[in-house]
């Protein structure tokens, strides 16, 4: 699934481990998703959404899968 969630992320100026910390998850998950080895679970998803203030739909692109 393609993500939008480095770019996100580096608007921030936040590492992986940043982002991370914040989510409650290792910086290999957060790796693997930016890579596109790993989908987010649902929750982790809107976890992700809420902390960006966006719609998931806006994150994350299904159309690739």
Do not use: C, H
């Not at 100026?13 to 409650?24: G, I, K, M, P």
């Not at 998850?25 to 080895?37: C, D, L, W």
């Amino acid at each position: 699934m393609k993500n939008r969630l480095k770019v996100l992320r580096a608007e921030r100026d936040w590492s992986q481990a940043d982002l991370a910390d914040r989510l409650e998850v290792s910086r290999q998950t957060i790796n693997a998703i930016e890579t596109g080895k790993y989908d987010p679970s649902l929750p982790l998803a809107f976890k992700i959404g809420r902390l960006f203030g966006l719609p998931i739909e806006t994150i994350f692109d299904d159309a690739a899968a």
